[in-house]
């Protein structure tokens, strides 16, 4: 592991004890410094749940037809959307910002206040967390990574979305992903779960699971502002970040 990278994981709370190993007798990495599997069965368990049975959400109907917009189209009509009642009060609508040809698209719940005023998602401090985790596996927002939102603007309070609300951002949502046509999604917190697999979710029975979405696999973690909240939890983001790595493969 690199001196960098140790000093990323010691910031995130995972270091020393959170090493990766190579499966014996493997060839070294030469594309990326981060190993396939954790050191621990306690990190390895959790891949091996099976999630429980629950019925599909039905999505409610949307008056927003995005399925022909290109990125700039998106852009614009995000900007002045007014497909519910969220628009009242934004400063600004938040589309998502990074690689648009990127492997990796990262779905959180919906802007903050900061986002709110800059018109970009995780730009405060749950995003200079996310930037870190994202830096512990070799990747960097901008560069091969998208992030977007299940909402475009800002829930007042920063309260969690409402169903009718994520139902009517859903069709920017679904054309980014369309276009972006990523290698894996990683859902950012319960909101972002529902929204994209709707069904029930709890984050510790989906955790270490690679869902279905359209063909392109989809790992589900907690959110980074639960883990500023919840430290001891930042162990098991890293292990799904190592999980989506072996997911998506070299």
Known sequence: MSPQRDQILRELGLGPQWRLREAAGAAPETRSEVPAEPVSEAMEAPMRRALPAAAPVERAASPVDASHMSWDDLATAVAECRACNLCTARKQAVLGVGDQQADWLFVGEGPGAEEDERGEPFVGQAGKLLDAMLAAIDLKRGENVYIANSVKCRPPNNRTPEPEETAACWPYLERQIELLQPKVIVALGRPAAQTLLQREVKIGEARGQAFDYKGIPL???YHPAYLLRNLPD???????????????GP
């Open 219 to 221: 790992i589900v973690t």
């Open 234 to 248: 930042k162990a098991k983001s890293w292990e799904d970040l190592c999980f989506a790595r072996k997911t998506i």
